[in-house]
């Protein structure tokens, strides 16, 4: 049983700070090939978000692969403290990367606090849902609830992220679009920190999205790094351990 317990505690503690990893690592890829593109074509800006979500994505999934073999082989507990277990440890990365920010002066620290939170919250239930359903053998339609409530808890962190911020009216000063969000358009505003489109609709403008992803930019992201390890964990380990294979019958020995 400790060795077990101490692979769930070795799984659960790393892979957090590996998402941070993974998130500072995409960023510096997209920065190399935006400096390597910028003189070369004229859509570079355009394309520094979606290929910073691209890498995140595809390195975060890369983490959940590994997360998921490891998982097979901790310990199997309840789907609720599962998702606890899983969250826990974020909370805790992310309580230790603010509190460095706010050492090194970072401003906006405190900005960012509440809809990180929310996201937290709200992760505990699409991760119990998740290992609930995957424990009773229904694996897609864990896959489904649990991706589904991932995205709600990300979209309403980032609503309330952007919220906070940015005010829905603003003065118009010299001829410059105001400094507000309309709030018509706060279910895209996800999608918009991580491709910075408004996918054909008139809202958010270019302005808007300007606003938007200059005060909401890493939270998104570290939503994306940690989406595919934390909902691979609660299925893998929610999931009924292999039948034993029965072995052959002992054969009686000569009277």
């Not at 505690?9 to 390597?36: F, N, Q, R, S």
């Not at 826990?88 to 706010?102: F, G, S």
């Not at 309403?156 to 952007?162: C, N």
Request: proline content about 10%; overall charge positive; glycine content about 8%.
């Amino acid at each position: 049983m400790t060795r077990p317990l101490g692979r769930t505690a070795g799984v659960l503690l790393v892979a957090p700070p590996a998402c941070v990893a993974v998130l500072v690592l995409a960023g510096a890829v997209m920065g190399l090939t935006h400096g390597w593109l910028e003189m070369r074509v004229p859509w570079a800006v355009a394309a520094q978000l979606p290929t910073w979500s691209a890498l995140t994505a595809l390195l975060g999934v890369a983490l959940a692969l590994v997360v998921g073999r490891a998982a097979r082989r901790t310990v199997r507990v309840g789907a609720l403290p599962t998702a606890l277990g899983v969250v826990l440890p974020i909370a805790a990365t992310v309580t230790a990367t603010l509190a460095l920010l706010a050492a090194r002066g970072e401003s906006r620290v405190r900005e960012s606090v509440p809809g990180l939170l929310l996201w937290l919250a709200l992760l505990v239930p699409a991760l119990w849902a998740a290992g609930a359903l995957a424990r009773r053998g229904r694996v897609r339609a864990a896959w489904s609830a649990g991706l589904l409530g991932a995205l709600v808890a990300a979209d309403a962190a980032v609503v309330l992220a952007v919220v906070t911020s940015i005010p829905a009216t603003a003065p118009v000063a010299d001829g410059l679009p105001p400094d507000s969000v309309d709030r018509i358009s706060a279910p895209l505003w996800l999608l918009t920190c991580w491709t910075d489109s408004s996918f054909g609709l008139p809202r958010p403008t270019g302005w808007e999205r300007f606003l938007i992803t200059d005060r909401v930019l890493v939270e998104p992201m570290f939503h994306l790094a940690c989406t595919p390890y934390a909902l691979t964990y609660a299925i893998a380990a929610a999931r009924p351990a292999p039948a034993a294979v029965p072995g052959p019958a002992p054969v009686p020995a000569p009277a």
